[in-house]
């Protein structure tokens, strides 16, 4: 057995639990299409994009894309400071995202808060 054969042994793949996308946002770049196609049909993703690269575009478009796919509401959480940029961003793609302090803002369809007022709201 090779180093490399053995290697394999070891390598485990979660299973994708994601779904096809349908109707990308033509707004985002190539890359971030890419991204958000493979981040949705994957199902459990993380994006590890650079700076500038459009992280909160994407996030904004693959909360879109689950919201329309399960009808049911998307909880963004965030870093302090970066919930009213996501709101914005998204904005600028067409995708409304609800910026929720406490369990009575949540609404049914995209919201975003921060990790530390996880507490507030009821996900």
Known sequence: MTYQSYLATKLRRAPQCGFEPHGINGTLFPFQGDLVRWSVRTGRAAVFASTGLGKSRMEAEWARLVLAHTQRP??????????????????????????????????????????????????
């Open 74 to 123: 998307v909880l963004i959480l965030c870093p302090l400071a970066v919930a009213p940029q996501t709101v914005i961003e998204g904005a600028a793609i067409g995708v409304q995202i609800k910026l929720c302090r406490f369990k009575e803002d949540l609404t049914d369809g995209i919201n975003i808060t921060n990790y530390d007022r996880l507490h507030r709201v009821d996900p």
